[in-house]
């Protein structure tokens, strides 16, 4: 069995309606190509390609696949790791010198969620 995980020629020759790939030198058979996605982060590794193909009527699936299970993670775990990990004093500092800030009873517990939110998200 071949290791899939090494890494393959590939040549992609396209136009809207057709494509033809072939791995190694040799061509995918003509009418199985029915799409491609072609992925490359050029600052971490190769091109990733999968390769989407027509299989007969009477199979599911016909051929090699990597597979990979997720495990969804707690997004509890991560949302405390993040909190715990905030200056209180800057929490404070931020949230009281938002310009969206009501009076109120639960005005500042208000900016201190929004404030909290944006930082989650990555904006300041």
């Known amino acids: 069995m071949t290791d899939e995980s090494t890494a393959r020629g590939v040549r992609i020759q396209a136009q809207p309606g057709s494509a033809t790939i072939s791995l190694d030198g040799v061509s995918l058979p003509a009418g199985k190509v029915t799409g491609y996605v072609l992925e490359?982060?050029?600052?971490?590794?190769?091109?990733?390609?999968?390769?989407?193909?027509?299989?007969?009527?009477?199979?599911a699936f016909e051929g090699?696949?990597?597979?990979?299970?997720?495990?969804?993670?707690?997004?509890?775990d991560a949302i405390a790791e993040f909190l715990l990990g905030?200056?209180?004093?800057?929490?404070?500092?931020?949230?009281?010198?938002?310009?969206?800030?009501?009076?109120?009873?639960?005005?500042?517990?208000a900016?201190?969620?929004?404030q909290l939110a944006e930082w989650a998200q990555g904006r300041s």
């Open 111 to 114: 900016a201190i969620l929004k």
């Open 64 to 76: 090699l696949a990597r597979i990979a299970v997720a495990v969804p993670d707690n997004p509890g």
């Open 86 to 109: 905030l200056d209180p004093a800057a929490v404070q500092r931020a949230a009281l010198d938002r310009p969206d800030l009501e009076d109120g009873k639960a005005g500042v517990t």
């Open 40 to 59: 490359h982060d050029v600052a971490n590794a190769l091109p990733m390609l999968v390769i989407h193909t027509r299989q007969p009527d009477d199979v």
